[in-house]
Nanobody, 123 residues
Framework: QVQLVESGGGSVQAGGSLRLSCAASGRTFSNLHMGWFRQAPGKEREWVAAKSWRGGTYYPDSVKGRFTISKDNSKNTMYLQMNSLKPEDTAVYSC?????????????????WGQGTQVTVSS
């Protein structure tokens, strides 16, 4: 089992930055794929970043160039650096982990989920 806990959410003005953290416990996540998702009110959960345990990183066009996913295996912690934030980035952000063979970019591919942290971007 893997337990995931996010932190770092908050309120920021458009154009600002936030860094989210996801601390993992229960087992090492060095051989797990990791991902970040977000869900805005009334909308479906949306994938925003993924990192393969082999090191590759993946982003949808909506955040590419603005968001960066990284992880520190020594701390069992993953991060999402979010720059140039826009009001449409407002959502609850959740981290997730997967033991699938291929890094997933949809919710169904992830086995473990955090509880989420709120990010609010004001114009």
């Amino acid at each position: 089992q893997v337990q995931l806990v996010e932190s770092g959410g908050g309120s920021v003005q458009a154009g600002g930055s936030l860094r989210l953290s996801c601390a993992a416990s229960g087992r090492t996540f060095s051989n797990l794929h990791m991902g970040w998702f977000r869900q805005a009110p009334g909308k479906e959960r949306e994938w925003v970043a993924a990192k393969s345990w082999r090191g590759g990183t993946y982003y949808p066009d909506s955040v590419k160039g603005r968001f960066t996913i990284s992880k520190d295996n020594s701390k069992n912690t993953m991060y999402l650096q979010m720059n140039s934030l826009k009001p449409e980035d407002t959502a609850v952000y959740s981290c997730a982990a997967s033991n699938r063979a291929v890094v997933p970019t949809s919710t169904g591919g992830y086995n473990y989920w955090g509880q989420g942290t709120q990010v609010t971007v004001s114009s």
